[in-house]
């Protein structure tokens, strides 16, 4: 029988990801509580055996304004709602003196050198490829940025998650062309399907889908067609800490049993999350995380269950 597989992505962005909808003076015990957290992810990652693919937003590799400026293309997204432009916002905000949260390239290279960590990529610039105004040789142009970035650091780029899972069929060449080999897409229920109108109740599913047992969330590797790039559906977002502990067990304990059923059947179960959603409750976040990887290495021991990057899933199917 197949062996399951537990798959770890997190969307690594700071506050390019939530700069439209988020005030970052009110954000600044939120994002200093990530930065502190995002080292005691990677301490939880190693002392249990679990790798993970870090998706960074390629802004994040810069050391500073500067450097940020020379970036800038000349061909940056034309989005029809202007709010969602982070060039304008790096620019009305650089003088705030909290960089730190503009810029990480020392963090990048601690989880490039934790053990079993891979870095992929989360665009440059945070780019929505389903916004309209944007166009698929922006989004090309965004991804050229992000790999001369990581090639400073001696990172090849091998796997990509779209921001805000805006999963774009027809970019898949352009990622193709720049030799990253697997995405991340979404589960394939109809509550999750963003290239269809965002209903209310898509909203009610996906929020109710976190706590009751609407289903199963794991699926066989054989699934995943071995294309380039392949395509690997999420099983479960790693929702923020609640205010309600009752609320945190149900969904904590949804993920444990998904886990479980995953090495049982031999199939692959694929969790996700932002490190800023670590930012609420950091305490409360690690210890949700422990209990987790703590049924990981319960089914490891007991059915043989493998945790794999993204980058090696796809390698397995080639």
Not at 32 to 37: M, Q, R
Not at 269 to 292: C, E, M, Q, R, V
Not at 300 to 306: D, L, S
């Amino acid at each position: 029988m197949e062996k399951g597989t537990l798959v770890i992505s997190l969307d690594f962005e700071l506050i390019w990801g939530i700069f439209d909808h988020a005030d970052i003076v009110n954000k600044k015990d939120y994002f200093d509580n990530t930065l502190k957290v995002i080292p005691k992810i990677l301490d939880c990652f190693e002392k249990n055996g679990v790798k993970a693919t870090w998706a960074t937003v390629g802004m994040l590799f810069n050391e500073n304004w500067d450097e940020w400026q020379s970036n800038c293309p000349l061909n940056r997204p034309t989005y029809s709602n202007l709010k969602l432009d982070p060039y304008a916002y790096g620019n009305t905000h650089r003088d705030l003196g909290l960089d730190r949260f503009f810029f990480a390239p020392n963090l990048i290279r601690e989880i490039q050198n934790a053990t079993g960590q891979k870095i992929g990529t989360h665009t440059y610039s945070h780019y929505y490829c389903l916004e309209t105004g944007q166009n698929k040789e922006q989004f090309a142009d965004d991804l050229d940025i992000a790999i001369k970035l990581a090639n400073k650091f001696n990172i090849s780029l091998k796997s990509l998650v779209f921001p805000r899972n805006q999963f774009n069929e027809s970019y898949l060449e352009c990622c193709v062309e720049r030799q990253i080999v697997t995405v991340r897409s979404n589960p394939s229920v109809w509550y999750w399907d963003t290239m269809a109108p965002q209903t209310f109740a898509m909203k009610i599913f996906r929020t109710a889908d976190a706590y009751l047992p609407l289903g199963v969330k794991s699926y066989p590797e054989k699934s995943i067609k071995s294309s380039f790039p392949s395509s690997q559906p999420s099983s479960r977002f790693l929702r923020p800490q609640h205010k309600m502990e009752f609320i945190n067990s149900l969904r904590l304990n949804r993920i444990k049993n998904e886990i479980i059923h995953a090495a049982k059947a031999g199939e692959m179960y694929h969790l996700w999350w932002h490190p800023h959603n670590f930012g609420i409750d950091p305490d409360g976040a690690i210890k949700t995380l422990k209990s987790i990887l703590e049924v990981y290495k319960y089914c490891k021991e007991t059915f043989g269950m493998e945790s794999k990057t993204m980058e090696e899933i796809h390698n397995d199917l080639v």
